[in-house]
């Protein structure tokens, strides 16, 4: 079945920023491992969130891309819970950019799986 474009430039958008914030994660970026100091999840944490992250990424670019966009917007809204509890929505002084960046891939993710939603095991046949 083709797919919109929109749809695809979605699926690839979230996908590349998924992959670079799991790179972060996996090379031990200072910036990624504070985070995961200050949730107390330092380095376990941050390799399982990297390898959910990357494994998503790679769904989203496969055929599976509206399981992949389930998984991102429930690691998204994850990511967002600890930035308003734990961490706050400005981290290491950026400005607030990490959590912009969790908010586009979030809505990007979304979009996904709003478009694909007809492809959703298990839910996709009840639509």
């Known amino acids: 079945m083709s797919r ?3 749809t695809r430039v979605a699926q690839v958008f979230a996908a590349l920023l998924l992959m670079v914030a799991a790179t972060m994660k ?6 990624s491992v504070a985070i995961f100091a200050v949730l ?3 380095p376990t944490g941050r390799y399982l969130i990297g390898s959910i992250e990357l494994v ?3 769904l989203l670019l496969s ?3 509206a399981s992949g966009a389930v998984l991102v917007v429930g690691v998204m809204c994850g990511a967002i819970i600890a930035h308003v509890t734990h961490l706050g929505l400005v981290v290491n002084d950026d400005g607030g950019m990490l959590v912009g960046m969790l908010m586009m891939v979030l ?3 979304s979009f996904v799986l709003y478009s694909r939603r007809r492809e959703i095991p298990f839910v996709g046949d009840a639509l």
Not at 26 to 31: E, L
Request: aromatic residues 10%.
């Open 40 to 42: 107390d999840m330092e």
């Open 56 to 58: 998503a990424a790679l």
């Open 4 to 6: 919109p474009i929109l």
């Open 63 to 65: 055929p599976f891309a």
């Open 107 to 109: 809505l990007s993710a």
């Open 26 to 31: 996996f090379i031990g970026d200072p910036g």
